[in-house]
């Protein structure tokens, strides 16, 4: 069983410098998680005006669908994910629907750009739409952590994770419980909430003692004096 002996803080706030190499390791592993490969098992054919077949069966998949798989099948794909996510902005579907999309095309951009280049304006209309969309409040999450803004605790905290018994789920990215405390963890040190920090990231280990990345992270979080 994973164990930890924490370092001893000295003053009210550890906030260092180093924090900055540490998010741009951690943000960018986040961002890329899960790209390439297939996204969705056993899709052989994609792309605009096409099917998406699986197994020799054709699945009934709607434009958002289609979009968040091709996505999830990595770079290659990202030219047919943005033809559907945009079919749906333009076309006659929910404003949750729209939203949806919105965050696909801001994942796209991040994706593409990396947090410190992002264009976020996808992800804040897609809020616009449904506040309560996840995705899009994580990618606005890791703009603001890349940046420095302070803004990532409250968009983390908006989708529950303030709570460490959360419970963190996403069919559209790659994203698991695990890291999106580790991402909480982040958030609230950047912020200087090092007790909310600490109990963040001790969640994420918990959830995932195996992950090099949330491993990494505690480990540079260790040394800072969380």
């Known amino acids: 069983m994973w164990q930890k002996i924490r370092k001893i803080r000295v003053g009210a706030n550890n906030y260092s410098p180093l924090l900055m190499i540490i998010l741009t390791a951690a943000v960018s592993a986040w961002i890329f998680s899960g790209c390439g490969g297939a996204g969705s098992a056993g899709i052989t054919a994609l792309g605009p005006g096409s099917n998406i077949t699986g197994g020799g069966t054709a699945l009934t998949m709607s434009m958002l669908d289609k979009g968040w798989s091709l996505f999830r099948i990595g770079e290659s794909s990202y030219t047919d994910a943005e033809y559907y996510f945009n079919q749906v902005i333009g076309g006659t579907f929910t404003d949750n629907d729209k939203a949806s999309a919105r965050a696909g095309l801001g994942w796209i951009e991040l994706r593409r750009s990396g947090a410190s280049a ?50 963190f789920s996403s069919s559209q990215i790659s994203m698991s419980n695990a890291k999106a405390h580790a991402l909480m963890a982040l958030a609230y040190y950047q912020a200087g909430n090092l007790d909310s920090s600490e109990a963040q990231i001790d969640k994420a280990r918990a959830l995932d003692g195996n992950d090099l990345t949330i491993e990494q992270m505690d480990t540079s979080l260790t040394n800072l004096g969380i």
């Open 118 to 167: 992002a264009d976020k304006s996808n992800f804040e209309s897609s809020l616009v739409l449904d506040p309560s969309n996840q995705e899009a409040k994580l990618g606005l999450a890791l703009i603001s952590l890349a940046g420095a803004t302070g803004q990532a605790v409250n968009y983390l905290e908006s989708i529950g994770l303030w709570n460490v018994n959360y419970s």
